[in-house]
C-alpha cells in the first residue's frame, strides 16, 4: 500500500473540491481542507497573506506537502460587448492569479524537497472555447497553459504538474456567477443542471488521471467527446461552435 500523502486542496468546503478531498481521505491521505468560507483552514485564494499563513500551517504541521490542489475559483462569461472590464478582472484574480498564488507559495518548498505533484482545476473551457465565454475561456485556457509551463519548469525538481479539464457537472459553482448577460447565465445553469456527471465522479477521475500520470486530465465523456472533435474535424467543431453562438443570440 502506498504511504499517504500529504495533501492541500483549496476550494474544498462544498462542490469539487470537497468531492476530491473525500477521494483523497478515501485512500488514506491527509487532506488539508481550505476554503474562504470553511473548512479546516480559511484561505481566500485572492489574499497573499491568507497564502502565506497556509504555508506556514502546512511546514509546522506537516513539514513539507505531496499534492497542492488549486481548485477554488468561480463561474462567469458573458459576450464580448455585453460582459464589463470588472467582470473580466474579477474572474482573472479569482481563476487564473488564484493558482498562480498558489504556485509562488508552494513551489519554493516543493522544489527544496525535490518532490511533489501539482493539480490545477481548469475547465474544458480551457481547451474548447464556446461563444459567450470570452473570459472564462480564456483564464481556463491560461491555466492549461501555467500547468503546462510548471511541468516543464519543476520537472527537474521531480515535482509534476496535471490540469484537470471537466465538461458541465452538478455542482454548486453556478452560485458564484456574476455578470451582466443574463442569456448565458441561463444556459450554463441549465447545462449544470442537466448533466448526468456529478462532482465525485470527477474526483474519481481526476485520482485515476494522477494515478496513470495523466498531465491532461479531461475526465470525462462529454469534455473527452468535444476535445476529439476540435482536434480531430476543426471544420465540425467550428460548425457546432458558431450554430452554439447563433443560439445565443436567438435567446435559445
Same mark, same amino acid.
Given at each position: 500500500m502506498n504511504a499517504a500523502r500529504r495533501v492541500l486542496v483549496t476550494g474544498a468546503a462544498s462542490g469539487l473540491g470537497a468531492a476530491l478531498a473525500d477521494a483523497f481521505e478515501a485512500r488514506g491521505d491527509e487532506v488539508l481542507r481550505t476554503d474562504v468560507t470553511g473548512g479546516d483552514l480559511r484561505l481566500d485564494i485572492t489574499s497573499e497573506k491568507d497564502w502565506a499563513a497556509a504555508l506556514d500551517h502546512v511546514t509546522r504541521t506537516w513539514g513539507g506537502l505531496d499534492v497542492l490542489v488549486n481548485n477554488a475559483g468561480v463561474a462567469g462569461g458573458g459576450r464580448l %460587448?455585453?460582459?464589463?472590464? #470588472?467582470? +473580466?478582472? +474579477?474572474?482573472? %484574480?479569482? /481563476?487564473?492569479?488564484?493558482?498562480?498564488?498558489?504556485?509562488? @507559495?508552494?513551489?519554493?518548498l516543493l522544489k527544496q524537497q525535490r518532490s511533489g505533484a501539482i493539480? /490545477?482545476?481548469?475547465?474544458?473551457?480551457?481547451?474548447?472555447?464556446?461563444?459567450?465565454?470570452?473570459?472564462? /475561456?480564456?483564464?481556463?485556457?491560461?491555466?492549461?497553459?501555467? @500547468? #503546462?509551463?510548471?511541468?516543464?519548469?519543476?520537472?527537474?525538481?521531480?515535482?509534476?504538474?496535471?490540469?484537470?479539464?471537466?465538461?458541465?457537472?452538478?455542482? /454548486?459553482?453556478?452560485?458564484?456567477?456574476?455578470? #451582466? %448577460? @443574463?442569456?448565458?447565465?441561463?444556459?450554463?445553469?441549465?447545462?449544470?443542471?442537466?448533466?448526468?456527471?456529478?462532482?465525485? %465522479?470527477?474526483?474519481?477521475a481526476v485520482l485515476e488521471g494522477l494515478d496513470r500520470g495523466d498531465e491532461v486530465i479531461v475526465p470525462d465523456r462529454a469534455a473527452r467527446d468535444a476535445w476529439a472533435l476540435k482536434q480531430g474535424d476543426r471544420a465540425a467543431y467550428d460548425a457546432v461552435m458558431r450554430a452554439q453562438a447563433a443560439k445565443l443570440e436567438k435567446g435559445l
Open positions: %460587448d455585453v460582459a464589463t472590464l #470588472e467582470e +473580466w478582472e +474579477w474572474i482573472t %484574480d479569482i /481563476n487564473l492569479f488564484g493558482a498562480v498564488r498558489g504556485l509562488r @507559495t508552494f513551489v519554493p493539480v /490545477n482545476v481548469a475547465s474544458l473551457a480551457g481547451l474548447v472555447h464556446p461563444a459567450g465565454m470570452a473570459s472564462y /475561456n480564456a483564464v481556463k485556457a491560461a491555466v492549461v497553459a501555467l @500547468t #503546462e509551463t510548471a511541468g516543464h519548469e519543476l520537472a527537474a525538481y521531480g515535482v509534476t504538474a496535471h490540469v484537470v479539464c471537466p465538461s458541465y457537472f452538478r455542482t /454548486n459553482l453556478m452560485s458564484s456567477l456574476r455578470g #451582466e %448577460d @443574463t442569456a448565458l447565465a441561463a444556459v450554463m445553469t441549465r447545462l449544470v443542471d442537466s448533466s448526468p456527471t456529478t462532482a465525485e %465522479d470527477i474526483a474519481a
